[in-house]
């Protein structure tokens, strides 16, 4: 017989957020209902545009009321392992709603309870109002990081009354939903409530110091009044109102040149976060917790593809470069990056390179600092890269291109109809879920040793998915790029 899996939609975690409760911490609902529903609001956004297919991404109904999951069970009288999804969408869109996000095949496969969340986003969860308002609006920015908080303890309180095991939670989630579950890893009031953790192409370098979080507010406080608004006024804007205001903050070009593409990011301030989550996981503070972390090949060409980026002059390589590396280590850069190409039998050309440069800033070194950090503070920790290439070439193995083979949902254009996508599909859903229920990706096809015994990873390839090393040169080359350097990236 097949597993009939249940799906509970929409399920409200948090007391109102909305009208006078804007910007205020939210808190776990006490009412539990586990009667089937209807897919619930999604955090107000601004149309997002998918850069593969070039459309619009699916909208649903707005609400500031939007703090939901989404639960899928095979069983409500069980005690099965629970995997706690957290979208990503730069922190500014997304849903746990979306489509793609649906739990049924990954639940059906590794027999475990799957549920996603929704958090607030951007303008509403994200912006660091409470100094200049001098503490009449409240929010410290962490508002959205503060709903993934309430939800764990949601799930704790009640997911048993699911078929799921409280003491056997995992978070996985993908870009800024890694990125998060970083900062909850670095939480002291967060990383209790959970006790594995999967890290999808995001890791612990993506965050804001208070200064920082406080130009941003200025800013969209700069682009408030040149639309005729006063900072006084936000509480009682309508949701549309401040998508008008974050729309006009966003495509300012100098905010891009300060803030760069994520502007809106968790804070590092006392109550939630009270250091960056680099420097918390070297410290131990997530040690007891197992995680596994991993990256794509060619991560930056989405966003190539959605910032229409294009490079097309050494100049301009070299001006891009050396934001990032002094100017007499570029040619050793470029050195090593051409290699990585060659490796993969990428075309070498001045856009590629520098994607590759990028790709290695924002997601393959952040990945690597969090697992070797964990590792030298006496944790565990396990990592994987895909590396299966669109059958579009320019993405190659882009951001994003793991999630279809994680839940079982993929595109025949993007992600290809071979037998080999279905093989992908097994072996990492397989993965997953070992890793939830033992504590290991390790399966009787794929043996997975930790990340410390060999500094081994799982190689998701175009062909076949095998254990290999990093190159000793790579390492030695980006090792040299400090903390700080990956942080203001």
Not at 256 to 279: A, D, R
Not at 415 to 434: D, F, K, M, N, T
Not at 439 to 447: F, G
């Amino acid at each position: 017989m097949g597993i009939n899996i249940q799906q509970f939609l929409g399920v409200c975690y948090s007391t109102s957020i909305a009208d006078e409760k804007r910007w205020q911490a939210s808190e776990v609902r006490s009412k539990v209902s586990t009667e089937l529903a209807n897919i619930g609001p999604v955090a107000p956004q601004l149309t997002s545009i998918n850069p593969i297919t070039m459309l619009p991404n699916i909208a649903f109904k707005q609400n500031e009321e939007c703090l939901n999951l989404n639960i899928f069970t095979p069983d409500l009288d069980k005690n099965l392992p629970v995997m706690v999804w957290i979208h990503g969408g730069g922190f500014q869109s997304g849903s746990a709603s979306l489509p793609e996000y649906d739990g049924t095949k990954l639940a059906t496969a590794g027999n475990m309870v799957v549920v996603s969340i929704s958090y607030r986003l951007a303008c509403l969860g994200f912006l660091r109002l409470c100094d200049l308002s001098h503490g009449v609006i409240p929010s410290t920015g962490n508002e959205g990081l503060g709903d993934q908080i309430t939800a764990l303890r949601w799930i704790q309180n009640n997911i048993h009354h699911f078929g799921g095991d409280k003491n056997n939670v995992t978070l996985f989630g993908e870009s800024a939903g890694a990125m998060s579950i970083a900062c909850l890893l670095g939480s002291p009031v967060a990383n209790t409530l959970f006790h594995k953790a999967i890290l999808q192409s995001g890791a612990g370098h993506t965050y804001s110091s208070v200064e920082k979080a406080n130009k941003v507010a200025a800013e969209f406080i700069n682009s408030t009044n040149q639309l005729g608004f006063t900072l006084d006024q936000l509480p009682s804007l309508s949701s549309d109102a401040l998508l008008r205001i974050q729309a006009h903050f966003l495509a300012r070009p100098d905010v891009y040149q300060k803030f760069g593409i994520l502007p809106f990011t968790p804070v590092i301030e006392n109550q939630l976060l009270p250091q960056p989550p680099h420097v918390a996981i070297a410290q131990g503070k997530a040690k007891h917790i197992t995680l596994m972390a991993g990256t794509n090949t060619d991560e930056w060409t989405f966003f190539a593809a959605l910032l229409q980026q294009d490079i097309a002059s050494k100049e301009a390589l070299n001006d891009s470069i050396s934001q990032l590396i002094d100017a007499e280590g570029i040619d050793r850069c470029l050195t090593q990056i051409n290699e990585q190409l060659n490796s993969r039998n990428r075309p070498i050309n001045f856009q590629n390179q520098l994607s590759e440069v990028y790709c290695e800033f924002w997601f393959t070194q952040p990945c690597h600092r969090l697992l070797d950090n964990q590792i030298k503070a006496g944790g565990r920790a396990f990592r994987y890269k895909l590396g299966r290439r669109s059958p579009k070439e320019q993405f190659g193995c882009t951001h994003a291109a793991d999630i279809g083979f994680v839940f079982d949902i993929t595109d025949a254009h993007f992600h290809g109809q071979e037998p080999r996508v279905s093989q992908l599909v097994h072996e990492i859903q397989s993965s997953w879920a070992a890793f939830a229920h033992n504590d290991t990706p390790a399966t009787t096809e794929n043996p997975w040793p930790s990340y410390e015994e060999n500094m081994c990873y799982m190689l998701f390839d175009h062909q076949h998915s095998y254990l290999t090393e990093h190159s000793p040169k790579s390492i030695d080359f980006w090792s040299r790029v400090s903390d700080q350097k990956l942080a203001s990236f």
